[in-house]
């Protein structure tokens, strides 16, 4: 099969999320198993130069934006076997960060149209388009309407994946034609139309052939109204081509037998090292070095999605006990804030670290004893997969990808590897941690825990055979 992968971002050239890395890993393993699978994305400014020094421009030509003709240049790298697409403008795309302007509906208006325009270019027209969330989320409509009479693109089938029904591209209805250049015709609910504005993720929703997101079980809480912002109708109606597969971890990059960023390697069989990467990361962090005590790790977006305010309710009560904390993360101005505060409250106790550093996340999962995520909702979430593969037992809310793959511990029988609270209560995330407290004390059942967990396969391969079957079913069709 032919695939293309639309998505904007893309590691290691550009990651604010998960998106990157599924945009890493899922087309690399079809490519293993025989699939032509090219990546496209937009050429950032940001892009380092070890990358954008080696790509080859392959040709420049015009876009039109509604009345607007804009520039567009071609770019091309081979990467790790695989074919890597950069659009180039830099007006939209020479930015100090992706996303977050005013412009950013007309952004990726251009990026989904430029797509469409270069196929036949590039000499590569796919079986199957994949576009993921609502920055690419407009191809299905532009495919089947604008489109339609391109007779190259008659058979191509296309997937939309939601990775965050959260954000959702939602613009004035005078986008259709001064963006897109298509008719207000199309502002109906069949496909754009969101309470008088023009949502693009709903248009793609309408419009795919096939519609995936990022767990099975976020797949059913979307279309609750709690969980499906707005949407909960629309994931209704399309139940019958809506899918739940879970994202993988690349286990090649996250290997702590083998990780460059971690200084101790270990593995399920022998700990030693992990426990050498404990005492360094509280001598590097400036907390008190003791094994003995329970470490507890968060990295993330500090944000209420991610819990944080449950943390925030008990974090006192909580640093009561003999533990410590690390956390790695921006996001909210009040949670960096509680942070530093409790860092400098405790400071042999709490570590905080407002920034993103993707070095010093390895040695966090590859140090603490827990990981600790409440969230409040979950698409996927790679972190508790990232903490199992590295032996940091995850302290988690049963929501959507939590929920399918975290097993709660049960004591009694020694089966499970994390702890789970399902009700969204601050106390009720309080007795897990509690629970796991327990649980650290005897060391034999602890590691076993923490064995079972790195025994898990959470790698992209059985997740990349259910895309790679579903693929094959639409083309069917």
Known sequence: MKILFATSECYPFLKTGGLADVAYALPKEL???GEDCRVIMPNYGTIKKEFSDKMEHLFETTVRVGWREQYLGVKYLKYEGIDYYFLD????????????????????SFFSQAILEILTRIDFVPDVLHANDWHTAVIPVLLRTKYRWEKAFEKVKTVLTIHNLRFQGVYPPDVLGNLLG?????????????YGNVNYLKGGINYADLVTTVSPTYADEIKTEYFGEGLHGVMQKVSYKLKGILNGIDYDINDPSNDPNIPHGFTSNDLEGKIQNKLDLQKELGLEVREDVPLFGIISRLTDQKGFDLIAERIEELLQNDLQIVVLGT???????????FSFKY???????????????QKIYAATDFFLMPSQFEPCGLSQLMALRYGSVPIVRETGGLKD???????????????????YDSYDMLQAIYRALEAYQNKNSFNDIITQGMGMDYSWTSSALLYRQLFEDILKQ
């Open 31 to 33: 490519v293993k198993m």
């Open 89 to 108: 403008n830099m007006y939209y795309f020479h930015r100090e960060t992706p996303y977050g302007y005013f412009d950013d509906g007309e952004r990726f």
């Open 405 to 423: 793959t975290v097993t709660p511990y049960n004591k009694f029988t020694g089966e499970g590897i994390g702890f789970t609270f399902s009700n």
């Open 331 to 341: 996001g909210e101005r009040r949670y960096e804030d509680m942070f530093r505060y």
């Open 347 to 361: 400071p042999n106790k709490v570590s905080a670290n407002i920034t993103y550093n993707g070095t010093l996340a």
């Open 182 to 194: 298509l008719g207000n015709e199309l502002l109906q609910d069949f496909c754009f139309e969101y």
